[in-house]
């Protein structure tokens, strides 16, 4: 497989459910990033890893909770959402933060929440 | 004031009209701007990238940034129904991707 995988690609789930999202990239990339994309508004950046550590958490709510275990798969731990957790997440990954420009964008994950 | 503007259309063309997209921001410390495009059920793709003023021209496509109106566009000639997509604009103030800014996308369908 090439490029960024996010699996699965459509989920529904509870307000009282846990779920995870996964995100694996076969790029050799360092830095991986969770986007939410909500209809009507701009790309909103949630969390940025950089060699596995978390960079940045852009003031995220808890009920959303990353895990990197290392530089090619990225985690997006679900619990207790609301319905306007509801959008399109996407993973991306990049060579590093600073050295160059241009995500590669996995296809994202549909999330509904009901 | 939103840091970055774009109508999010969507905007129809016959094929081999011109597509013209826009955005407008408020920050005039951005310094790189982007534009990428997604398709339907799939993540963004960067198209374009610039760097201050300026055209740059790919094929079929041209970025142009104007600093001074804090504006910048995006144009497609010949376009073709494989064109038809969101195109969204991003920009920065420093290199670096975790800081970019993103317009809401603007969906553009190309009639055969």
């Known amino acids: 497989e090439t490029g960024v995988t996010q699996t699965p690609r459509h989920l529904v789930m509870g307000m009282t459910n846990k779920k995870s999202l996964k995100c694996e990239q076969h790029?050799?990339?360092?830095?991986m990033y969770w986007y939410k994309q909500s209809a009507k508004k701009p790309l909103e950046l949630m969390f940025v890893?950089?060699?596995?550590?978390?960079?940045e958490n852009n003031s995220v709510p808890s009920r959303f909770s990353p895990e990197c275990p290392n530089s090619s798969h990225l985690f997006l731990h679900l619990h207790t959402l609301q319905p306007e957790d509801s959008a399109l997440y996407l993973c991306?990954?990049?060579?590093?933060?600073?050295?160059?420009?241009?995500?590669?964008f996995g296809s994202g994950t549909r999330l509904t929440v009901v | 004031q939103k840091e970055v503007e774009q109508d999010p259309g969507p905007l129809s063309v016959p094929e081999g009209a011109i597509v013209s997209l826009n955005c407008t921001y408020s920050?005039?410390?951005?310094?790189?701007f982007m534009w990428y495009r997604q398709y339907s059920r799939k993540g963004p793709e960067l198209l374009m990238y610039?760097?201050?003023?300026g055209n740059k021209e790919d094929g079929r496509f041209t970025a142009q940034v104007d600093k001074s109106s804090k504006y910048i566009s995006l144009f497609i000639r010949d376009s073709q129904p494989s064109d038809s997509a969101t195109y969204l604009c991003?920009?920065?103030?420093?290199?670096?991707?975790?800081?970019?800014?993103f317009g809401k996308g603007n969906q553009v369908v190309v009639i055969p």
């Open positions: 991003a920009m920065s103030v420093a290199r670096g991707n975790n800081r970019l800014a």
């Open positions: 790029l050799g990339h360092n830095a």
């Open positions: 610039t760097y201050s003023s």
């Open positions: 991306a990954s990049s060579q590093g933060l600073t050295e160059d420009y241009g995500y590669t």
């Open positions: 890893y950089n060699f596995k550590e978390q960079t």
């Open positions: 920050n005039s410390a951005f310094q790189y």
